[in-house]
């Protein structure tokens, strides 16, 4: 059997999409973590983007979530999360990369350092999210099957409600209840659960603190964020 060494940054929603797959297929594996500000040689060696999740399998590298996902789909199992027919498994395919998108623009929001970059990324977010809302089945992606589509977009809606708690103006769930249930099911699975550290929240929130700096003129915690004059 194949060994499994995932390389990960605690805190990457990418890495994490990898985990539940891994745990979701039953493989047994290792996790080695990197700080993305101090990354080794090793590292820079294996990936040749010099970004996390890689995958090593034995000798092998494999690199960006979404690779590595159908890999371990398609040779770990029983079951399939992609489904059989071609034109389903592209659509998925295709969710999965807005699932990507989605991620990159709430890091854009929790990162803007004026309130209108905020408002605008808040915006195409909330956009996002309420397509999300008309086209997922629940309690998953497809129904009662989960897929890849949940491994993908989990990590995102996780971190949408983290951030949701911080900073209620946000609002980014609200009125959405397909999405909220979702959510809610996709936490209560034991492969999401077990898919981060157990302080992955207060890494969180320390991690925006840092990022964001002192020359940030939109303060997350405490004030009103979208609507209330400049801080």
């Not at 010099?50 to 590595?68: C, H, M, N, Y």
């Not at 199992?77 to 990159?104: N, Q, V």
């Not at 808040?122 to 997922?136: F, I, M, N, Q, T």
């Amino acid at each position: 059997m194949a060994t499994y060494t995932l390389v990960s940054f605690k805190l990457c929603p990418f890495v994490q999409r990898s985990v539940i797959t891994l745990e979701e297929k039953g493989v047994p594996y290792e996790i080695r973590y990197i700080e993305l500000d101090a990354k080794p040689e090793w590292f820079l060696e294996l990936s040749p983007l010099g970004k996390v999740p890689v995958l090593q399998v034995d000798d092998t590298v494999l690199f960006e979530s979404a690779v590595i996902n159908e890999y371990l789909d398609e040779v770990a199992g029983t079951s399939r999360l992609l489904p059989a027919d071609a034109l389903a498994r592209a659509r998925d395919r295709a969710w999965i990369e807005f699932g990507s998108a989605l991620i990159g623009e709430h890091w854009q929001l929790t990162m803007a350092a004026e309130r209108d970059a905020a408002q605008r990324f808040h915006d195409g977010l909330r956009s996002k999210l309420e397509r999300l809302e008309r086209e997922v089945r629940g309690p998953y992606w497809h129904g009662d099957a989960f897929s890849l589509v949940d491994t993908a977009i989990a990590p995102l809606l996780q971190r949408v409600g983290w951030a949701d708690a911080l900073v209620p103006d946000f609002a980014l769930l609200g009125g959405l209840p397909k999405v909220r249930a979702w959510t809610e099911a996709l936490l209560a699975r034991p492969s999401v659960q077990r898919s981060t550290v157990p302080e992955i929240q207060s890494l969180y929130r320390a991690y925006l603190v840092q990022a964001r700096g002192p020359q940030s003129k939109v303060s997350w915690f405490g004030q009103q964020v979208l609507a209330g004059p400049s801080a």
